[in-house]
């Protein structure tokens, strides 16, 4: 049974770092694509990260350079490293498994509030 189970949330001031963590259960997360989506207050779920299985990486613009998308795979776990949070990065991050990502399995989310 598919399991993702998203960590590492929390409240952090405008140009600190966050680390997320998606443990997953029931695959390997070497062996598929995996994404990082968030969801807004009142917006749609936006993909943020994407690594696929050989490892190549895509990000949308407004977290270029700032986000980091990672795996590791004897833990069977994803990461996203969050550096220079802005407020427009609030939102509740989900991890989801691919390759199909608009109806594969996703994590309950974890919240991240940037806020002074």
């Known amino acids: 049974q598919v399991q993702l189970v998203e960590s590492g949330g929390g409240l ?14 029931g695959f390997s997360v070497g062996s598929t694509a995996m994404a990082w989506y968030r969801q807004a207050p009142g917006k749609e779920r936006d993909v943020v990260a994407i690594i696929n299985n050989v490892g190549s990486t895509y990000y949308v613009d407004s977290v270029k350079g700032r986000f980091t998308i990672s795996r590791d795979n004897a833990k069977n776990t994803l ?6 949070l802005q407020p427009e990065d609030t939102a509740v991050y989900f991890c989801v498994k691919g390759p199909a990502f608009s109806t594969g399995p996703r994590g309950q989310g974890t919240q991240v509030t940037v806020s002074s």
């Open 79 to 84: 990461y996203l490293r969050m550096n220079n």
């Open 12 to 25: 952090v001031q405008p140009g600190g770092p966050l680390t997320l963590s998606c443990a997953a259960s």
